[in-house]
């Protein structure tokens, strides 16, 4: 929802690129995730983590409070980050037509492997990203 508001109004976006040029941000627009794709839930994520203090700026300035990201939903938003990075670098090194050989494949996995960050059980599988991404 948070996209979603600066998608719809043309003078929060133009606040956004303000705050990020004040606050040497790159000037990166915010990504609307689809729900089943994985990739672009991360870079929504990551948007939404590097970009935190010029979007609460606007929503301040707008009074929308309902949407403000504040200190456990940003560690929620970092917490998927990190858990997703890995996986985002492996897809990102595999050829694009679809197929890879096994021989790709196993130091790929290796590489993820060692680059996971290290959850606690409650922190691990699909019900606590679901919980992440609604803010439970």
Partial sequence: SVVRFFQHDRDA??????????LQLSPLRLVQASEDTWLDVC?????????????NKVLIQRVRADLWLNDEDAAKIDAIVAAFQPLKDAVKEM???????????I?????MQKSMPTVSPSQR???FI????HFE
């Fill in 125 to 127: 599988g699909p019900r």
């Fill in 43 to 55: 870079t929504m994520l990551q948007r939404l983590s590097e970009q935190r203090n010029a979007i």
């Fill in 107 to 111: 130091p790929l996995v290796t590489k």
């Fill in 130 to 133: 679901y919980r992440c991404l």
């Fill in 13 to 22: 976006q133009r606040q956004l690129r303000a705050n990020q040029e004040t």
């Fill in 95 to 105: 050829d694009s037509d679809g197929y890879e050989c096994i021989s790709n494949i």
